[in-house]
């Protein structure tokens, strides 16, 4: 839902030039997005973090991991994050308190298509 709003609003102000000069900011400060990454995974996950936060949408980092502290993409200058939770403690109570289950691309992405754990967590989120 809250991707279609998201692509919603923008046509329709872009497309109606009325609707710009009335448009109101939305409050999201209640929207709570869990972000899932590996070892390896891309900057793009600070840039869309960081987009959410300046929104005031709630970001969670969970991590498939061993370890709270996430390896970026090694190719890269290390930016290592800490992780809120890992996988292996999420309950499928603990994720339905989240309104969007958000996976940054990279080359993190064979680390997590690979693994049955993480593609059945993806898929009871």
Same mark, same amino acid.
């Given at each position: 839902?809250?991707?279609?709003?998201?692509?919603?609003?923008?046509?329709?102000?872009?497309?109606? %030039?009325? @609707?710009?000069? &009335?448009?109101?900011?939305?409050?999201? *400060? #209640?929207?709570?997005? +869990?972000?899932?990454?590996? #070892?390896?995974?891309?900057?793009?996950?600070? #840039?869309?973090?960081?987009?959410? !936060?300046?929104?005031?949408?709630? $970001? &969670?980092?969970?991590?498939? *991991? /061993?370890?709270? @502290?996430? *390896?970026?993409?090694?190719? +890269? !200058? %290390?930016?290592?994050?800490?992780?809120?939770? /890992?996988? &292996? !403690?999420?309950? %499928?109570?603990?994720? *339905?308190?989240?309104?969007?289950?958000?996976? %940054?691309?990279?080359?993190?992405?064979?680390?997590?298509?690979?693994?049955?754990? $993480? /593609?059945?967590? @993806?898929? #009871?989120?």
């Amino acid at each position: 839902m809250v991707l279609v709003v998201a692509l919603l609003v923008p046509a329709l102000v872009i497309s109606n %030039p009325q @609707i710009a000069q &009335t448009a109101e900011a939305v409050d999201v *400060s #209640d929207i709570n997005v +869990l972000m899932l990454v590996t #070892d390896g995974f891309g900057w793009n996950y600070f #840039d869309t973090k960081d987009r959410f !936060e300046s929104w005031g949408v709630n $970001v &969670t980092t969970v991590a498939h *991991s /061993l370890d709270y @502290i996430i *390896s970026s993409n090694p190719n +890269l !200058e %290390p930016r290592p994050i800490t992780a809120e939770l /890992l996988i &292996t !403690e999420m309950t %499928p109570e603990m994720v *339905s308190h989240f309104d969007c289950l958000y996976i %940054p691309s990279g080359g993190q992405w064979a680390g997590l298509i690979a693994n049955s754990t $993480v /593609l059945t967590f @993806i898929s #009871d989120a």
